[in-house]
Structures are given as C-alpha cells and as structure tokens.
C-alpha cells in the first residue's frame, strides 16, 4: 500500500461505479417513484400519481399472498436440494476414486450449458407426447403427466429443472472447501477410533461451515431471482399459477404492460429483500480478511 | 483394479455403491444433451417419435444444415458476439481498475464501495430492467446494441472486480515499486507490469463477462425487439416457440451455440470457483 495523489483510487474506481449507479442505484429511485403511478402502454408519455392505489391493488387482490408462499417453496426446496445433494456429490468425489475426474467434469454439464438452452431443452423433453420424460415415466409404468398444461405440475417440473441446474455450483464449491480441510484432523480422528459419521458430523461439516454459510446465502438470493426457469417455460402456455414473485413482476411489465403496478410490486420484493439482505451481510461479515 | 486406489476402510460394497449412485447422476446430468442431439440428428419427416434412441438409424445432419439456410442464425450470432466482445472489453478493463484501487490503496468509503459492488447482486434482473427500460425508452436507446450492454456490464462487474483484486493481492507490491523508483507513473505501472502478470486471471474475468452477455436472455427478449437485431438466446427462445415446426432445427442450432462456451467453461471452472468464493484463494 502506497500513497500518491488522493484522487488516484477513486478515478479507478469511477467508471465502474457509474455503471452500477446508473443501472442499479437510478433504476431503484426511478422505480420507486413509478410505483405511485398509474403508467401503462397508454399512459406511457403522460402518467398520472394515483397514491397508494398501485398497492391497494397487490394487497386487495388475494394473489399476493399465494405468490409469495409459492416463492418461498421454490426458494427453500431448491436451495435444500442444492446443497444436500451438491454436498453429498462433493463427499464423494473426495475420496480416493479411479475416474473420478470424468465423473466431476460430466457432473458440471448443467452449469456450463447456457441456461435458457437447457430450460428449453427441459421443455422439450416435458412435452406430453414426444417428451422423453413422459417417455421413460411410461416405460416403468407410470401414466403421463401434463407437464407444460397443469400449472401444479408445471411448477413442480420447473422446481426440477432449477435443481438440475443448481447442484452442481454447490457441488463445486463445497467440493474446494473439503479439499482445505487439513488431513491430519481426520488422522488423529482415526487414531481415536471414529466412526465414518463422527468424522461428518464433527469434523467435515464444522470445517465446511465457513464457506457453506455464505453460499447457502447467495443461492438464496439466486433462486429467488431466478427468472429464466419459470418464464421460458410457461412461455406461450395458459399456466397462470406458476408464477413466483420475480417473474409475476416481469409478466406485469413486459406481458401486461402495468408499468405502475409492476414498479410497485417491485418494492414490495424489495422490502423482503432487504429483510434478508441483513443476513447476507451478516454472512459475508466473515470475509472481512479481504478488505 | 489394484485395492489400494480405493480408500482403506472401504468394503468392496460400498465402492459398488458410490460408483452406482455417481453413474447415475452422471446420466441425469448428461442425458438432456443428449436427447437434443438426438433430436438435431432426426430427419424432418420422422421428428416425432416416442423413442429413446439417441442416435437415431436414419440419422442426418439435415437440421444443421437447416440451421444455416432457413434460419438468421448468422445473424443472431453475429449480434451475440458484438454485444458479447463490447461486454468483455469494457467490463474487464474497468473491473481491473477497479479491483487495482481496492488490492492496492487504502481511502475513505472503500469497504463500502466493495460491500455495494457486492449489494448489487441481490436486486431481481426484473425489479430493475423496467425502470431501465423506460428510461432507454425515453432516451431512444431501444433497438440498440448499447442500450443491451450497459446492463451487461452492471451485471459483470461485480464479480471481475472481486475476482481480479484477489489476484492483484497475490502480486508482490515491490514490483511496482521498482517501476516507480525507475520513474514510470501509475498509468505505465498497471499496463506494463500489473496487466501482463494477470493474464490468467484476466482470462477468467473475460470468460465471465462474455458468458453473462452470451448467455442472457430476460433482458435482450425486454429491449431489442427489431428482428435483425435480436442476439442468440432470444432468436432460440422464438424457435422454441414454434415447437411443432422447429424441434430439430432448435436442437441443432442449440448445439452448436452451447458447445464451444461449455468447454471455455470447463476449462475456466477451477479459478471460476475460486472467484465466487470471494477471495477464499490466495494465489
């Protein structure tokens, strides 16, 4: 560290800053202020402010509610799933295992295929007729499922694509953290008899804490802005009741054309954000080595 | 196989049993792509079949050539990969600077600069792309490759910025020193000593970036609706949408634009990981 002219760090840092104000700090100020008006398609060049009237509409209307239990389903299975099964992944792809590599790289496929390929892709395969998922339910004698035309299923099919899509990031990244664990803490464990649990629960799992925490945190906030999954596949369908809160606000907007009542359904997730995002900085409090 | 591959106090059973449930998974995983390729290698007369085959006996390459002769393809790649090498110039330029001012000096509002950076990235895509869209609206930047990268930047940024100060952390301060003692100022220091030592790890930041704007699709469907100038994932996205007439040429074209990014992904996935777990790497 080194001083020369006072200005110097910040200069580096303006042109990075401005981007983000400009994308994310006016964006949210603007926003805030539309939530207030009536701005439609028709009103685009002329809104009128209603008050509260935008949000009179959200609270009124039963759907709030329904959406949001429905969110946090999305977000907590996912996210469940995540990490139990990126974690028992990780647990085994640490040991001594010939081929073990191939199986890592092949278990990366769906976070290094773009997104929206594989959620069209899962599209196709939930096509009742031709749909290879129908297809193999079929083989082991299961009746077809109307995935893409009944709403609760249609949900559950997305959650399934959303864990498909996620496991694998935590599988990777727990997959480092076990990789930190110095090995001598399981040698004296060995040498007091431990069992292959006891190891887990008193060493592996204590030791993961510091990374799982923040990641856990992360996905979270991942899922719950996850707006690809959802809108992609109930594009062009009539599933009105799989909508969670992030994609309800995108089909206000850019389906519906309610920019007013979109912007305040907007701060509405934003105060449930920035609810939660106290633990994200709580979380990340752990990194203060960094700064 | 020789036994002592294996760890010590694994019976032959549970072996048998990782492998069985890692073979599996493999299959879960695997097996989406391979039912696209599948699909690409159908003729177009027999596209609908109840069958699992994957390569299928009448197979053609019909559909990739489809992909070239029917569809703008071409032209969808070419706006992709304009908005995407825009993205990655910008972006990483900036974020090096930026992650340069946060390894290297110390002043006021700087942990809440690097907190904000990271804040950023809780806001839904959705919660902030109306109000951008408006005001791109009102500025007359719909239809525009610039009005798609600026987002892509704000979307970038956060994490090449984190990722390239953990890397400028690893780099010895006293080789920067020796550049000022000879008399070089910050501007020739960055770009002639700091630059060239992190090209790894510009690498990653660069893969990142073109990967957010190759990949991205919510904000390219909201802002570009002129049809020569819509990228990639909002051209497929369109295909999917005629799903009776189009299955196979989608998987085609599917395949030939995820392929290449998912080996550039492979490649880069170690030092990726490092990155997203903030600084959690020295070295």
Redesign the interface.
């Known amino acids: ?4 002219k ?1 200005w ?3 200069a ?2 303006l ?3 401005l ?2 104000l ?3 700090a ?3 100020g ?2 805030f202020n ?1 939530s207030f008006t009536n ?1 439609s398609l028709n009103t ?1 060049f002329n809104p009128k402010y209603i008050g509260f009237e935008n949000y009179k509409t959200i609270f009124a209307n039963g759907e709030l509610l329904s959406i949001f239990w429905r969110t946090i389903v999305w977000t907590v299975v996912n996210v469940f799933f995540h990490v139990t099964i990126g974690l028992w ?1 990780a647990l ?2 640490n ?4 081929g ?1 590599n191939i ?1 890592r ?14 959620v ?6 939930y ?1 009742f ?2 749909g ?1 998922v129908n ?2 339910l ?2 082991i004698g299961i009746e077809p499922i109307a995935w893409l035309t009944n709403s609760q299923w249609t949900f559950i099919g997305a959650i399934i694509v959303n864990i ?1 899509l996620g496991f ?1 990031f935590m599988m ?2 727990i997959l ?2 076990l990789q930190s664990i110095p090995n001598e803490l399981y040698e004296s464990a060995d040498i007091d008899g431990a069992s ?1 649990w006891q190891r887990l629960k008193n060493i592996t799992l204590p030791m993961l804490k510091p ?1 799982i925490t ?2 856990v945190v992360l996905g979270t ?1 991942w899922t ?2 996850m ?2 999954v959802i ?2 596949l109930v ?2 369908t009539a599933n009105e009741k799989t909508h969670i ?3 309800q ?2 089909r206000s ?2 389906t519906y054309f309610r ?1 007013g009542y ?2 305040a359904f ?1 701060v509405v ?2 105060i449930l ?1 920035a609810l ?2 106290n633990s ?2 709580k979380a ?1 409090k752990g ?1 203060e080595g ?2 | 196989m020789k036994l002592e591959s294996f760890e010590k106090r694994d019976s032959l059973l549970k072996v048998i049993a990782i492998y069985a449930v890692l073979v599996l998974m493999c299959v879960v995983t695997v097996y989406p792509m391979l039912n696209v390729l599948s699909i690409a290698l159908r003729p177009g007369s027999r596209l609908f079949r109840s069958t699992l085959e994957i390569i299928p006996p009448d197979a053609t390459l019909e559909n990739f050539k489809r992909v070239f002769t029917e569809l703008s393809y071409l032209t969808w790649l070419k706006n992709s990969l304009i908005v995407g090498v825009w993205t990655t110039m910008v972006g990483v330029l900036v974020s090096a600077f930026a992650g340069y001012a946060f390894s290297r000096y110390k002043f006021a509002g700087k942990r809440h600069i690097m907190t904000g950076f990271l804040l950023t990235q809780i806001f839904p895509a959705p919660m902030l792309l109306l109000p951008t869209y408006i005001l791109l609206t009102r500025f007359k930047l719909m239809n525009s490759y610039i009005g798609l990268i600026i987002p892509y930047l704000a979307a970038a940024i956060p994490f090449c910025a984190w990722t390239a100060k953990g890397f400028f952390d690893s780099i010895p301060f006293s080789l920067e020193e020796s550049a000022y003692i000879d008399g070089a100022g910050p501007m020739k220091t960055f770009f002639k000593i700091i630059m060239p030592l992190s090209i790894p790890a510009l690498g990653v930041i660069s893969l990142f970036a073109f990967t957010t704007a190759w990949n991205e699709y919510i904000i390219a469907r909201a802002i570009l609706t002129k049809k020569d100038l819509i990228t990639l994932p909002v051209g497929l996205v369109n295909l999917m949408g005629q799903f009776n007439t189009h299955w196979g040429v989608y998987s085609a074209s599917a395949i030939l634009t995820s392929i290449p990014v998912m080996i550039f992904f492979m490649l880069m996935s170690k030092f990726m990981v490092s990155g997203l777990t903030l600084g959690g790497v020295k070295g």
Do not use: C, H
């Not at chain 1, 560290?1 to 020369?4: A, R």
């Not at chain 1, 040991?95 to 010939?98: A, M, T």
């Not at chain 1, 496929?109 to 997104?115: G, H, L, T, V």
């Open positions: 560290m080194y001083q020369t006072k110097l760090p910040y580096y840092v042109p990075s800053l981007i983000l400009l994308i994310v006016y964006p949210l603007y926003g539309l701005m685009f992944l085994m792809l040991r001594k295992l010939p073990k199986f790289v092949l278990l990366m496929i769906p976070w290094a295929i773009p997104q929206y390929i594989a069209l892709t899962w599209r196709g395969m096509d007729q031709y290879a297809i193999i079929n083989k498909w694998p990777m990244v480092a953290g292959g990374i923040p990641m906030v719950f802005n707006v690809n809108i992609i594009q062009n809160l992030v994609t606000v995108y907007a850019f920019y979109a912007a907007s997730i934003f954000l939660f995002s994200f900085i990340s990194e960094v700064y």
